[in-house]
């Protein structure tokens, strides 16, 4: 088995794991009569300690070794989730959450992720690099999805005599079987996937950061943008808007995500033809106008179009970017490159959501919409005019 198929393989594990524990830990911790504050402090140990991994990851990825970080990661979130499945006291779980970087966003958005991204270009030439990014991204989706869907698996327990409770925390077990099984995949790395380039590792050149810290500061646009924009909000959109059922707008969220799956093949091809700058300004523009459009649909079946349209288009720039910048910078510091675009967007999507939900109540229920419309293409304006010229090796 190549490089390649154990990355993907990997993140497909993971992605399944984490789509799974999203719809969960909330649940779970509940059912053990945890208070919200209390959920809301595991959940925030968790991504504290998925934080501080992926700024470890960043600056020391490297010398620590790509493959000897993918084994401890799989480890440490193996025992978080045997943590989840096994302790009770709010401390305990959030001492584990937090050692064991417990994911409870639903989506992977962890410090393996930036290792695999620098891992991923080494394994193919600059023509497939785009191709292998969307291979990887709609296999993450599929398996974000396939997660949700594995949660049902406590309800039916349940309906077959399992005590309900013990049945959630069990599914935690499943949790951290699926992570570290990781390990021995990141055993299995090619000395490759260490730089991915032959020779000794050097600094980040002063060059390759500029370029980074140009690109990670309209990616914080684009982040805060997409925090205002976010599932719950949405959500919470529709529900106000149109009144429709929870099972209705489930329905349209499980469409958008193969849309978005879908659309990651889609902008590989494209970008074959336009160039990966092109691709991910020319299909975010139009995504963005149709967001904005929803807010002056007359029912629920024409926002519903409008933003189905959206979906398909508006993830065609994540394998896009992430092939770009990998593209732009050398192998030895596509690391760096990848943790610090990645602590950007992480960080821009914990912002928002506070003032969303505060516009949405002090101002108008579509103001997230038109907010998080307008920076969206304002950053796709401010990228193609910054990096238009700057051109990955296959454009050359």
């Not at 302790?87 to 584990?96: E, F, Q």
């Not at 991204?137 to 594995?150: R, V």
């Not at 050097?202 to 060059?207: A, G, K, L, M, W």
């Not at 149109?242 to 958008?256: N, Y």
Request: glycine share 10%; aromatic share 10%.
């Amino acid at each position: 088995m190549n490089d390649r198929r154990l990355l993907y393989t990997a993140a497909f594990l993971r992605a399944l794991a984490t789509g799974m524990a999203g719809v969960l830990l909330g649940l779970t911790l509940a059912r053990l009569g945890f208070s919200a504050a209390a959920i809301g402090a595991v959940l925030s140990a968790g991504l504290a300690g998925a934080t501080l991994a992926l700024v470890l990851v960043t600056w020391a990825g490297d010398r620590l070794g790509r493959r000897r970080c993918l084994l401890w990661l799989s480890l440490l979130g193996a025992a978080g989730g045997i943590g989840a499945a096994l302790v009770s006291g709010p401390l305990v779980m959030a001492a584990a959450a937090f050692v064991g970087t417990l994911n409870g966003m639903g989506r992977d958005r962890g410090a393996a992720l930036v290792l695999e991204q620098a891992i991923l270009p080494a394994t193919t030439d600059d023509a497939g690099r785009t191709h292998a990014f969307a291979r990887y991204n709609l296999l993450t989706d599929i398996g974000h999805a396939l997660g949700a869907l594995l949660a049902a698996t406590p309800t039916l327990l349940a309906a077959m005599g399992v005590d309900e409770t013990q049945a959630y925390r069990a599914m935690f077990l499943l949790y951290a079987l699926l992570l570290s099984a990781g390990a021995p995949l990141a055993l299995k790395l090619s000395p490759t996937a260490e730089t991915g380039a032959d020779g000794p590792r050097r600094p980040v050149s002063p060059e390759s950061k500029k370029i980074v810290w140009k690109i990670s500061g309209l990616f914080a646009i684009d982040s805060i943008a997409g925090g205002f924009l976010g599932t719950a909000l949405l959500s919470y959109y529709f529900f106000e808007r149109f009144a429709v059922s929870a099972a209705l707008i489930g329905g349209l969220f499980f469409a958008a995500r193969v849309l978005n799956a879908l659309s990651h093949l889609g902008a590989a091809w494209l970008a074959a033809r336009i160039g990966l700058v092109n691709t991910m300004v020319f299909t975010h523009i139009p995504s963005s106008v149709l967001l904005a459009s929803v807010a002056f649909a007359p029912n629920f079946w024409v926002a519903a179009i409008l933003f189905l349209l959206r979906e398909g288009l508006v993830e065609m720039d994540v394998p896009t970017r992430q092939s770009y910048v990998m593209a732009v910078v050398g192998p030895e510091e596509r690391t760096f490159a990848s943790g610090v675009t990645h602590l950007v967007r992480v960080g821009g999507w914990a912002v928002a959501p506070t003032f969303a939900g505060w516009l949405m109540q002090a101002a108008s229920l579509a103001a997230p919409l038109f907010i998080g419309a307008g920076m969206k293409i304002a950053y796709d304006l401010l990228l193609w005019r910054a990096f238009r010229r700057i051109k990955p090796p296959e454009e050359r």
